[in-house]
């Protein structure tokens, strides 16, 4: 549980016109809010967070429970609080969740998409803003290993293309056939089975690159880029070569990503289960390598954050040790298509560690007046930072105060 800090007038002079009363977690002249589960059937809230609707004055960010499945809003007004929207659902087709679901936010509008696993029998993939839609894709999966946004061929939007074994469905081949076409991607006959897709944004009307990070075989490790047009069902002709190939020497674990920098940048998060170690690393169109990696072990998920000034990898490393208890932290650390420092600008906790409390299993930016802001999901609580300081020495804004004065 939270304890509420007060805000004492030398402070508050400090934010001008804004008169705060309260806050909590204070730490590093950083002002975060938390929010506790609220009223949902869930019974382990927030495995997984994304960007909801950008809001005029506020903003929204999704929440998604496990075991009951649940998909939730919290909509933050402009001074803050938050409370639920009435799009809360139950989402009792899907039964349980996996520990981390995959949750994407679309690059172009306020749409999510939940990918998970429907029935043991087809992937369902739930997509919108507020009312979902159902999107069941019938390829007999083994499971869902990878999913990114993409604009495929022939389509104006963005729709969701998903990894599961051996083979990458879209969305957008609809529901007929039964089985869908499919796409295997291989290497040397090898099926290369991503734990990782990425879209790379052309710049041309047709459709995205993909970049797709295999993890068995002699693709283990190895990325690859790919035309959109490949994804147009796989029919023969087979499966063209890839752009460019390159081997990142690191197998991604299931849950890994691969984060749009910009036009000709990417980020590759990349983790295991089995022995926490992990990578971040920038790789360049022609999947060069650049700049240096940050290894640090634990790493379980990342997000990208754009104060529009610099960009940030926000990194969540759950399982790590905090004032003696396996409490969780964050750590944002500047990016750019230059390569990620090595050393990080903020590190996040919480002021008031317990044990098991998974701070950091979930990270997002979130838009709030107007401004993306850093949300965090703990074991059944959820961490927004109104104002964001380095904590690397240097003593400079992340970015500043958001929040409107009462």
Known sequence: MRTTMLFLAAGAAALGACKWTEFDDLQNETWVGSTDKPSV????????????????????????????????????????GSKLTANTLELNSIGMLDAQPILLADPTTDDIALIVIGGGTQIVVLTGAGQLNTHNLFVSPVSVDAATYMKPPGSTVDEPLVASGDVVVGTFYGTVPNPQPTCKLVDAGTAIQPHALGAVRTGLATTDDV?????????????????????NGCMPPAVPPPLASHDASFVP??????????????????????????????????????????????????????????????????????GGVTAGVVRLFKVSAAGIESQPAALLSDAQPENNESFGRAVAAVPFNGKPIVAVAASNEIFTYFRLNTTDGTATAIYGETRQGR
């Open 253 to 322: 674990g299931r849950g890994s990503q691969i984060l749009s920098i910009d036009a000709t940048h990417v980020l590759l998060q990349g983790h295991h289960e089995a022995d926490d170690a992990s990578l971040l690393q920038v790789y360049d169109a022609s999947l060069n390598p650049v700049g240096g990696s940050v290894s640090l072990p634990k790493l379980r998920t990342a997000a990208l954050l754009d104060t529009g000034g610099q960009k940030y990898v926000i990194a969540g490393y759950p399982g790590e040790i905090v």
């Open 41 to 80: 059937k869930s019974s382990d809230y927030g495995v997984a967070i994304q960007r909801g609707a950008t809001l005029a004055g506020g903003g929204t960010l999704v929440v998604i429970g496990a075991n009951q499945a649940t998909y939730s809003e919290l909509a933050y007004d402009a001074q803050g």
């Open 211 to 231: 970049i797709a990070w295999g993890s068995a075989g002699i693709a283990a490790g190895k990325l690859y880029r790919y035309p959109g047009t490949v994804f």
